[in-house]
Nanobody
Framework: QVQLVESGGDLVQAGGSLRLSCAAS????????MGWYRQAPGKQRVLVAV???????NYADSVQGRFTISRDNALNTVYLQMNSLKLEDTAIYYC???????????????WGQGTQVTVSS
């Protein structure tokens, strides 16, 4: 079993920054991918950014150039640096760990409990 715990969500004004963290523990398999997905009220959960254990990254077009994903494999931790936040970034952000062969759009894998990010004007 794998456990994922997110932290760092907060209320922030548009244009501000936040840094999310997710620590994984348990039976962590490799190769894998760790990433961030978000779900806004009334909408489906969608990709934000993902990073494989080998270093590849994939970002949603809506966050490209504003968000940066990084990993510390020794600590089994993934981070999301969010800059230039917009109102439409408001969502619950979920950490995910999956097989490295899993498609980016898939919602398979292990999930954290989510952390709320609210961007105000």
């Amino acid at each position: 079993q794998v456990q994922l715990v997110e932290s760092g969500g907060d209320l922030v004004q548009a244009g501000g920054s936040l840094r999310l963290s997710c620590a994984a523990s348990g039976s962590i398999f490799r190769p894998n991918a760790m990433g961030w997905y978000r779900q806004a009220p009334g909408k489906q959960r969608v990709l934000v950014a993902v990073m494989g254990s080998g270093g590849y990254t994939n970002y949603a077009d809506s966050v490209q150039g504003r968000f940066t994903i990084s990993r510390d494999n020794a600590l089994n931790t993934v981070y999301l640096q969010m800059n230039s936040l917009k109102l439409e970034d408001t969502a619950i952000y979920y950490c995910n760990l999956r097989s490295g062969m899993t498609a980016t759009w898939s919602l398979e894998g292990y999930w954290g409990q989510g952390t709320q990010v609210t961007v105000s004007s």
